[in-house]
């Protein structure tokens, strides 16, 4: 094994265990009576999606036989995409925090793989560049009525 398949694999087993332990300590919450806070199902959550971004970097070495950096760079463009074309979760705060929470585990993969994405690639440019733009044009209803409206209060 390569020291970057090596890496990933590392990084899967901790993904899994952090996981493991934060549905631990709701279970254990709930057998005892304690009340499970809102930080323990977003640890959970942040836990799972993370898992999930690293199983995938595992999968194509594994079964689609692919070199560690190339799994790791798809897996990348992967998570970059999901953030670009995920669109903002409108509807119940449980749904609201599950995407925060992808989005959360999309960009703390991105940060963890930079160094590497940047050297596979040897592009490191000279000054970083967000992975997503700095802002993104907002297509709320309101917003939309107040285009058409032709009204603009700022």
Same mark, same amino acid.
């Given at each position: 094994?390569?020291?970057?398949?090596?890496?990933?694999?590392?990084?899967?087993?901790?993904?899994?265990?952090?996981?493991?332990?934060?549905?631990?300590?709701?279970?254990?919450?709930?057998? %005892?009576?304690?009340?499970?806070?809102? +930080?323990?199902?977003? =640890?959970? $959550?942040?836990? @799972? *999606?993370?898992?999930?971004?690293?199983?995938?970097?595992?999968?194509?070495?594994?079964?689609?036989?692919?070199?560690?950096?190339?799994?790791?760079?798809?897996?990348?463009?992967?998570?970059?995409?999901?953030?670009?074309?995920?669109?903002?979760?409108?509807? %119940?705060?449980?749904?609201?925090?599950? +995407?925060?929470?992808? =989005?959360? $585990?999309?960009? @703390? *993969?991105?940060?963890?793989?930079?160094?590497?994405?940047?050297?596979?690639?040897?592009?490191?440019?000279?000054?970083?560049?967000?992975?997503?733009?700095?802002?993104?044009?907002?297509?709320?209803?309101?917003?939309?009525?107040?285009?058409?409206?032709?009204?603009?209060?700022?």
């Amino acid at each position: 094994m390569t020291p970057i398949v090596n890496m990933a694999k590392n990084h899967y087993i901790q993904a899994s265990f952090e996981w493991c332990e934060a549905t631990g300590k709701i279970a254990f919450a709930s057998d %005892e009576g304690e009340e499970v806070r809102a +930080e323990d199902f977003n =640890r959970l $959550a942040l836990a @799972q *999606f993370s898992c999930v971004w690293w199983r995938d970097v595992v999968q194509r070495i594994d079964h689609e036989e692919l070199d560690g950096a190339e799994a790791i760079l798809r897996t990348r463009r992967d998570a970059e995409r999901s953030l670009l074309r995920r669109s903002i979760c409108y509807g %119940e705060l449980f749904a609201q925090a599950m +995407e925060q929470a992808r =989005r959360q $585990a999309a960009l @703390q *993969f991105l940060k963890t793989t930079q160094e590497l994405a940047d050297a596979v690639t040897n592009s490191a440019p000279s000054s970083p560049q967000p992975a997503i733009p700095a802002t993104v044009p907002s297509t709320s209803a309101d917003d939309a009525a107040t285009q058409a409206s032709g009204r603009n209060d700022t």
